[in-house]
């Protein structure tokens, strides 16, 4: 089993819908959560930590299932300008940070 | 204030030849990392570097060697070039605490022919 996994998708939405994606981790010891936005192959970019079940940060909401071993994130009201790759981060005590695979999100008008 | 600044940008090389990608960092700090992405794929470690003078292998290792300098520096040497090491590379540093925070250098594309 991958340390990290995503569905790549990609996710097609139209402007205004809520989308969430999974990401699944492997290591039980992991500690910390971040999404990165990547857009076009570009450097990414932080878009929220996650140090407890869950954090929001105005129409995003990542939220933590420690027993299930997944954390999500949920986009609201989707924007064109949200059209990107969003990369899952688990922090295990290795030091290690293991990205995985991204998920693609396009938002149509 | 530069944050991550990687060179070169882009490079081409002939099957077997060697080169350096060169990492800088000027926000003092402790973590490095060598990352690669492939089309399709998310990053997958290289490399990384917890603190100056440590160094330890990630996901995929195999073909390349690094070389924490000082705080500041971490390069990554490609000693024989190979086609499959094709792809993007990016580096990237981090802050431990209390926020850890990947901060990632622009990226450099090596082709390999």
């Known amino acids: 089993r991958k340390e990290v996994e995503q569905d790549p998708g990609p996710f097609n939405v139209p402007e205004g819908a809520t989308v969430a994606f999974n990401c699944t981790y492997s290591n039980s010891a992991s500690q910390s959560f971040f999404w990165y936005r990547q857009d076009c192959r570009k450097e990414p970019k932080l878009l929220m930590s996650?140090?407890?079940s869950g954090n929001e940060d105005g129409r995003f909401t990542a939220q933590l299932n420690r027993a299930s071993q997944y954390i999500s994130l949920l986009i609201r009201d989707s924007k064109l300008s949200d059209s990107a790759t969003y990369l899952c981060v688990p922090r295990g005590n290795t030091g290690k940070l293991i990205f995985g695979q991204g998920t693609t999100l396009q938002v149509k008008p | 204030n530069a944050g991550v600044t990687q060179t070169p940008k882009f490079q081409v090389l002939k099957t077997g030849q060697s080169m350096t990608l060169q990492c800088a960092q000027d926000?003092?700090?402790?973590?490095m990392y060598w990352y690669r992405q492939d089309p399709g794929m998310g990053l997958r470690l290289i490399y990384y570097s917890a603190s100056e003078g440590t160094t330890d292998k990630g996901e995929v290792p195999n073909g390349y060697n690094v070389s924490r300098l000082n705080k500041r520096e971490f390069s990554l040497r490609l000693e024989s070039a190979a086609p499959s090491q094709t792809s993007v590379y990016f580096c990237?540093?981090?802050?431990?605490?209390?926020?850890?925070?990947?901060?990632f250098g622009s990226g450099t594309q090596l082709s390999v022919l």
């Open positions: 990237a540093s981090s802050v431990n605490y209390p926020i850890e925070k990947l901060f």
């Open positions: 926000m003092n700090h402790n973590s």
């Open positions: 996650v140090y407890s």
